[in-house]
């Protein structure tokens, strides 16, 4: 059965909740695939999706529509982005609300269905990497027992990444040795021993180490197992260093509205508000035009 990824192109659970249990709702949505520019129909009713990974870096919102998600779905996973890095996020919530929601996931379901991301780590002229050390052990403190693993990484300095910064920042990404990076992610590593919570690499095969495993953000094989029920996990991965098995995203770039400035899926944060402000809830798409409107006008 498929794997849904709610979503790594956007946050949906933040900004889009409501439009998803639309979506729950009326069994299906389609999605324009931003690569083959082509619209792709997904059902979503139980019997095709097997489990649903979820991504945030705010999960308030879907919380609190969760029981009508669970009526309508199953198999639930989740993400949970939390650093505590306002200035290079400055519209995430406060880390200490986001603790308190992470917790709330962790107890209902359990400490095996949520991971926390420490992700990703940018090193600028105002920011060292003893401020994330620092992030990390409060947080790290707080979430002991409510997860067993945190998937890390480095921002990679893709143009647009660039760009943002320049733009929307007055911090300039540094730029660390592979080496200096690893022997920092070991640091956090045993700081998460502690806490007996184990570190994993997310595309950054340069830190692996006995510390530091390396991380498969969506795996068909653990959500198998989890949920007991067979999932397709074929290799599929998005970028260099990429582990995860196939999924299906239903997600679309240039939506987000955290406005972090190391975003990869955001090219203008004016451009995401813009979409925000004119997208109907009720969309077939996360689009401003359905589908059905796009091919009527071809």
């Known amino acids: 059965m498929n794997i849904l990824s709610v979503s790594r192109r956007t946050d949906i659970p933040a900004f889009y909740s409501e439009w998803f249990t639309q979506r729950l709702r009326k069994g299906y949505v389609y999605v324009w695939h931003p690569f083959s520019k082509r619209w792709l129909y997904v059902s979503l009713r139980p019997e095709s999706i097997g489990a649903i990974v979820f991504w945030s870096k705010n999960f308030s919102p879907l919380l609190s ?24 996020e400055p519209h995430t919530p406060d880390w200490t609300d986001s603790i308190k929601d992470f917790i709330y996931i962790s107890e209902r379901y359990s400490p095996e269905h949520i991971i926390w991301r ?27 027992g409510f997860t067993k693993r945190c998937y890390i990484s480095f921002v990679n300095p893709y143009r647009k990444v660039l760009r943002n910064f320049k733009i929307h920042s ?14 920092y992610a070991i640091r956090l590593a045993r700081i998460g021993e502690r806490y007996g919570i184990e570190i994993f690499s997310c595309c950054n095969d340069y830190l692996l180490s006995e510390k ?7 795996n068909g094989r653990y959500l198998s197992r989890i949920f007991d029920t067979p999932l397709i996990d074929k290799p599929s991965p998005t970028r260099r260093h990429c582990a995860c098995t196939y999924s299906i995203d239903i997600g679309a770039y240039n939506t987000c509205l955290h406005g972090c400035v190391y975003c990869y899926a955001n090219t203008n944060i004016d451009r995401a508000k813009e979409f925000y402000r004119l997208f109907d809830m009720n969309s077939d798409s996360l689009s401003i035009r359905s589908c059905f409107d796009y091919i009527l006008n071809q």
């Open 212 to 218: 530091i495993k390396k991380g498969s953000c969506i």
């Open 170 to 183: 007055d911090h300039t990404l540094l730029e660390v040795s592979e080496t200096e990076k690893k022997k």
């Open 118 to 144: 420490f992700d990703p780590i940018c090193i600028t002229d105002k920011i060292g990497f003893e401020m994330y050390e620092e992030w990390f052990r409060r947080c790290v403190e707080r979430l002991r």
């Open 65 to 88: 529509r969760i029981e009508l998600v669970e009526r309508l779905t199953r198999n639930l996973f989740f993400h949970f982005t939390i650093t505590g890095n306002r200035a290079l």
